[in-house]
């Protein structure tokens, strides 16, 4: 097990192999935008709980994804959110993600007794063999633990998951008009007459930057054509003002198909720096069209993530 060194604790003293030697030990890296980890993180809080008795460990190391995941307030408030009492550390500057030679979010190693790495495993799933090797490394055997997410924690529909996680800044993906773009420069835009699947658009006064797209001006809109059961965007803000925002499908209020983040009649709130769930589609699951318009100048878009 490489050193953790250069990690900030957030919630406990600093640890590393020497601390953690005779213990094992699961190290979780995470981003707290990251759907893929939230839905993950059910199951670590889970085995933490579980087998904390029989020494284990769990380390929560936040390696941020986005500029703003930076911030430790924001960290300390997704960790409270998740109801996360195990050691978590902000990773901030990659040191501890580069000595792993990690790639991923989430990703899960598994360390022995005498600190030697005897598993991993990236992204979702998996999770019966995760905790067998568990059980394994700590010599016990006995049910499974059991898990369901909530929630934004929930499972993803994956037969119905048809769209792919989209970047919103000029390195990302998807844009509908892909010669309209203007990296680095604020200029007006239009939704096209058509929007095709799997794509995005902006209309309003926007500066679309190398990770996000910032609204200039209030009543911007951004547009997306996709096929999932939810939808959800990372979203940040230039400025400490609440700013509400509507969303709809299809040209119409989302009703009972809204997220956690809307309500039925599409009203929401940008506060913070984190992903929003947009739509949580009750009935079939189709292709349709979510727009969502803020009311006023600052909203910073990062990315759209489905489940």
């Given at each position: ?100 030679t990690n790639r991923y979010w989430p990703a899960l190693y598994f360390v022995d007794r005498d ?193």
């Amino acid at each position: 097990m490489p050193s953790l060194a250069g990690a900030k604790w957030l919630n406990s003293e600093p640890l590393g192999p020497r601390e953690l030697r005779g213990q094992v030990v699961l190290v979780n890296f995470w981003t707290l935008t990251c759907i893929n980890w939230l839905r993950q993180a059910p199951y670590v809080r889970a085995w933490s709980q579980a087998y904390r008795d029989d020494g284990l460990v769990v380390i929560g190391m936040h390696t941020p994804e986005f500029s703003f995941e930076h911030n430790l307030d924001l960290v300390a408030q997704a960790t409270k959110e998740r109801g996360i009492d195990y050691p978590v550390a902000l990773d901030n500057d990659y040191a501890v993600w580069d000595v792993f030679t990690n790639r991923y979010w989430p990703a899960l190693y598994f360390v022995d007794r005498d600190t030697i790495i005897r598993d991993e495993h990236f992204g979702e799933g998996r999770y019966e063999t995760s905790e067998r090797v568990l059980q394994r490394l700590l010599g016990v055997e006995r049910d499974l633990v059991s898990v369901e997410g909530h929630g934004i924690e929930a499972a993803a529909d994956w037969d119905q998951l048809r769209t792919p996680e989209t970047y919103l800044g000029y390195g990302g993906n998807h844009f509908a008009v892909p010669g309209d773009r203007a990296p680095d420069q604020r200029r007006a835009y239009e939704l096209p007459e058509r929007l095709p699947s799997n794509h995005w658009a902006l209309d309003g006064e926007w500066t679309i930057a190398r990770e996000k797209a910032t609204l200039e001006r209030g009543g911007g809109t951004i547009a997306y054509r996709f096929h999932a059961r939810d939808a959800h965007l990372v979203l940040s803000s230039r400025t400490r003002d609440p700013i509400p925002y509507r969303v709809t499908l299809d040209g119409e209020a989302p009703g009972p198909s809204h997220g956690i983040d809307v309500d039925e009649d599409g009203n929401g709130t940008l506060l913070h720096g984190r992903l929003y769930q947009l739509v949580r589609t009750q009935g079939t699951v189709r292709e349709r069209t979510l727009e969502i318009t803020f009311l006023q100048p600052g909203p910073e878009a990062y990315a759209f993530t489905f489940g």
